[in-house]
T-cell receptor, first 110, second 114 residues
Framework: KQEVTQIPAALSVPEGENLVLNCSFTDSAIYNLQWFRQDPGKGLTSLLLIQSSQREQTSGRLNASLDKSSGRSTLYIAASQPGDSATYLCAVIEDDKIIFGKGTRLHILP | AAGVIQSPRHLIKEKRETATLKCYPIPRHDTVYWYQQGPGQDPQFLISFYEKMQSDKGSIPDRFSAQQFSDYHSELNMSSLELGDSALYFC?????????????FGSGTRLTVV
């Protein structure tokens, strides 16, 4: 059974710092991996989708990498801003389902 | 661009009542997924439909049922509501059953059972 783990569970950093969120999964037979952002009580906003044949995707200040063989993905956020404060969810996409990690709660200190 | 539309946004029901949540996928998306997210929890998979047929089933209680209609919208019917059913219910859609192009989530329906 696929398990998705995100470390750390919570993170507070000063504004302007670069940071890395980690995601690991136990079964490397995945289709894709998708990173989401969720603000409190709100919906899930897709940030980046990495297909299994890709190793990384970039969007603005965000860069996500995928290493299927080791079962790891990282989300790199450059020059963090207070508006980046949210919960970041890593999700593994298998044949017909998406499996979420428990998320990293990120707080950017002004 | 059109997104996944869920209605209602908020719903308050009493115990033992019935609720119906609706989901309108992105145009041309043929697959719909329902998730339940309790306070402080990650989303839990309930059920999915591909081309109007149930494709997978997760931790959906027997009191809940769902279907996908000919226009690909989906409805989640919840009966005999319990306090523990209070949660955020998300619908997601994708093109194709395998999620090759990723999932797009709606803004959710917040159900409060009192």
């Amino acid at each position: 059974k696929q398990e998705v783990t995100q470390i750390p569970a919570a993170l507070s950093v000063p504004e302007g710092e670069n940071l890395v969120l980690n995601c690991s999964f136990t079964d490397s037979a995945i289709y894709n991996l998708q990173w989401f952002r969720q603000d409190p009580g709100k919906g899930l906003t897709s940030l980046l989708l990495i297909q299994s044949s890709q190793r990384e995707q970039t969007s603005g200040r965000l860069n996500a990498s995928l290493d299927k063989s080791s079962g790891r993905s990282t989300l790199y956020i450059a020059a963090s801003q207070p508006g980046d404060s949210a919960t970041y969810l890593c999700a593994v996409i298998e044949d017909d389902k998406i499996i979420f990690g428990k998320g990293t709660r990120l707080h950017i200190l002004p | 661009a059109a997104g996944v539309i869920q209605s209602p946004r908020h719903l308050i029901k009493e115990k033992r009542e019935t609720a119906t949540l609706k989901c309108y996928p992105i145009p041309r998306h043929d697959t719909v997924y329902w998730y339940q997210q309790g306070p402080g929890q990650d989303p839990q998979f309930l059920i999915s439909f591909y081309e109007k047929m149930q494709s997978d089933k997760g931790s959906i209680p027997d009191r809940f049922s769902a279907q996908q209609f000919s226009d690909y919208h989906s409805e989640l019917n919840m009966s005999s509501l319990e306090l523990g059913d209070s949660a955020l219910y998300f619908c997601a859609s994708s093109l194709g059953g395998g999620g090759n192009y990723g999932y797009t989530f709606g803004s959710g329906t917040r159900l409060t059972v009192v």
